[in-house]
Each structure stands twice: as structure tokens, then as C-alpha cells.
């Protein structure tokens, strides 16, 4: 037997070391693995294409799922929990359910250090469901288009802190956020943008996730983010309507204050066109539970600018320029933290959650 990993080892530095070692720990462990292209290449040439791991032993009739990188830069957490997790298998027994990983979904992203994909989509606001448009924007987005999205490349003096302070003065914080984090389908270069049809991925994974699921009754799915909320803690978030039965699997498996599903909150927004209501709403499997992981990182207003900056820095500035170079670092420190201690609490943190999602499944839960 190896030896168990170091958690801070589960971190890659980029896409290709993830995706590598994503692929070997998953074969060792005996697990089928696909690649999906997805028709770009990434920095250093090589063709995109985001990996899809089905373990062979486990019962069909229960699947756990668990997702990462929709958000791109996102995925240096989510993918080291899954490597964490296979790791952890490793060493001891396989979860009775059949384990599904969903590794890197937006690689593009997770490639260049940004939230977005290779259409500046945001993935997790393109999920509409059959008779939504893609278009629209929330009421007020109009307005911030122009301090969101700045048409000009990077400078060093961006008056941004003294303007968002002064934009949260005005409109309160929560209305603001809604406001831009909400999804918008209208200004293909702007943040949050949701497309003007459903990406490649979404057509990937329609396709093939009746295969990957089929034969199953009960589906627990666990799609890891990062970037809303108090550093180093986590919520999950619920972005459809749960059933009694749903509920009472949230609050026995996790705890009672382990979710949010009110659209009212402090933390989640109403957003449009999320991965999670999307798979209820295809039916893949009768009883469909999709929780949203959510770990916090730095203050909202923090990671807004560094959203912005990146945006900026990708659409307008040069890819080789220092400017464009260091705006993608800061993303990437926004989304995952170096700090040891950070990773090290939500990384013990998630895996933990995977293990109540495995034991709810199994009938070993609280409730
Ligand atoms: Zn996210």
C-alpha cells in the first residue's frame, strides 16, 4: 500500500498536472475513464478536454456524483478533493454506491484561470430549462455594465474599491449582488454571462449522463465550488424545490443548517440557469439530489474586483503581458486560497461531506 496523500499534495499548480494525475488515480482505482473534448486547446498547445470517471464495483442503483470545475478556476479546489477522495479509497474501502467524478467540466477555464468559459459563458448560469430564453439581464445590470465590464485594457490606478463601496452605499448589498451575480444574457463579454445557447459541455453531458447513470434509483450529486462566503466554511446550496423526503436526507445527512434552498438569503442568489435544477429537471435518475458545495474564500466585494479585473485583463489586455498575467494569479488566489490552513480545513472539510453523502445513501445517516 502507498502512502496516504498529503492533503496540500491534492493541490495541483495547473490544469494539465490536475487532469494528469486526475486520470492515473482514477485508473488505478480500477474506475472506466472517458475524455470529452471540447474543441479548444489551452496555453501550452495541447488539445481541452475534461475527464468523466465511473467506478466499476459499486451498486448502479445508487450513484454518487461528485463534479468539479464548472467555474474553471474553481477546480484547483474541486479537483483536489477529488483526488483527496480517490486517494482516500485507496487506502481503505470503495463507497457501496457506484461513484461517478465529474473532473474539470469547464477546462477551458480551469486551463486559462478564469471563471468563464471558452465563450466567456458562465456554465452554471446556462443550464435554462426548456421554455426559458437565453436572454434578459436582472433589473439593474444595465446600469453596471460599464463599471463592471470596462472596454479598455488594464491600468494600474482602477478606482474600483471607492466605486463599489459607493454602488453598495447606494443599492445594498444583497440587491447588488443579485443584481450582477444573478446571470445576465445579454452582453457576451460582460460577467456572468449565460450564453445565447447551451454550451458544448451541456450538450456532452446531455448525452452521456443517462449512460453514466443508467440503472440508477437514487443519484446524491455534490458539485464543489468556491468564492461565496466566510472564508474556510462552507454552505450547500439548493437552487431548486426540494421535496420533504430531499429535506429531510439535507438535515439528516449534514446537518440542519447545512443548506440553503431560500432564494431570500444572505449567501445565495436567484440565479438562472444553474447546473443543480437542470439534472433534477432532466429526470436522469427518480430521485435526483444535487447540492451545490459552496466554500468561502475572501470578501464578496474582493472577489467581485478580482473578477472584473480578470475579465478586463483577458478580453482586452495582451495574454503574454505582466498585467493580464497577474490579474489570473490573483483569480486563481481568490477561488484557492494558498494559505495551508485554509486548504487543509476545507479539504477535510469536503471530504467529510462526501463521506455523509455515501453513509446517507447507505441508510447509516442521523435521521
Ligand atoms: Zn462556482
Not at 467506478?55 to 483526488?83: C, K, M, N, W, Y
Request: glycine residues 10%.
Amino acid at each position: 500500500m502507498e502512502l496516504a496523500l498529503n492533503v496540500l499534495d491534492s493541490f495541483s499548480q495547473d490544469y494539465p498536472e490536475a487532469q494528469s494525475r486526475f486520470r492515473e488515480a482514477a485508473t488505478k482505482l480500477g474506475f472506466s475513464l472517458e475524455s470529452h473534448s471540447i474543441g479548444e486547446n489551452g496555453p501550452d498547445g495541447s488539445e481541452l478536454s475534461f475527464d468523466v470517471a465511473c467506478s466499476t464495483g459499486g451498486d448502479p442503483s445508487r450513484v454518487l456524483v461528485i463534479s468539479s470545475g464548472i467555474h474553471g478556476v474553481e477546480g484547483f479546489f474541486g479537483s483536489a478533493v477529488q483526488l483527496g477522495m480517490l486517494d482516500e479509497w485507496s487506502q481503505g474501502e470503495m463507497p457501496q454506491p457506484k461513484v461517478v467524478l465529474l473532473h474539470g467540466l469547464n477546462a477551458y477555464g480551469f486551463a486559462y484561470s478564469r471563471r468563464f468559459n471558452e465563450d466567456n459563458v458562465d456554465p452554471n448560469r446556462n443550464f435554462l430549462l426548456a421554455g426559458q430564453p437565453f436572454a434578459g439581464s436582472p433589473p439593474g445590470y444595465a446600469e453596471l455594465d460599464s463599471f463592471l465590464n470596462p472596454k479598455r485594457p488594464p491600468s494600474s490606478w482602477e478606482p474600483f474599491s471607492a466605486k463599489a463601496v459607493w454602488l453598495i452605499a447606494q443599492h445594498g448589498m444583497s440587491k447588488l449582488r443579485s443584481a450582477i451575480a444573478s446571470g445576465q444574457y445579454d452582453y457576451p463579454q460582460g460577467l456572468f454571462f449565460g450564453g445565447k445557447g447551451p454550451t458544448r459541455m451541456q450538450t456532452i453531458l446531455q448525452q452521456n449522463m443517462p449512460r453514466w447513470l443508467a440503472g440508477s434509483e437514487q443519484v446524491v450529486h455534490l458539485d464543489f465550488h468556491t468564492g461565496l462566503g466566510a472564508w474556510g466554511t462552507w454552505k450547500l446550496l439548493i437552487d431548486y424545490p426540494l421535496s420533504e423526503l430531499q429535506r429531510k436526507q439535507l438535515a439528516g445527512w449534514f446537518g440542519a443548517d447545512s443548506f440553503e434552498a431560500n432564494t431570500e438569503s444572505d449567501i445565495a442568489y436567484d440565479a438562472r440557469g444553474g447546473f443543480g435544477q437542470w439534472c433534477v429537471a432532466q429526470k436522469f435518475s427518480p430521485e435526483y439530489l444535487f447540492a451545490c458545495a459552496e466554500f468561502g474564500t475572501y470578501p464578496a466585494v474582493k472577489v467581485l474586483a478580482g473578477l472584473r479585473a480578470e475579465n478586463q485583463a483577458h478580453h482586452w489586455g495582451k495574454a503574454e503581458a505582466a498585467s493580464t498575467r497577474k490579474a489570473k494569479q490573483t483569480l486563481k488566489e481568490l477561488f484557492c486560497p494558498s494559505a495551508a490552513s485554509w486548504r487543509e480545513e476545507v479539504l477535510r472539510q469536503s471530504k467529510q461531506l462526501v463521506r455523509q453523502a455515501e453513509q446517507g445513501m447507505c441508510g447509516e445517516g442521523k435521521s
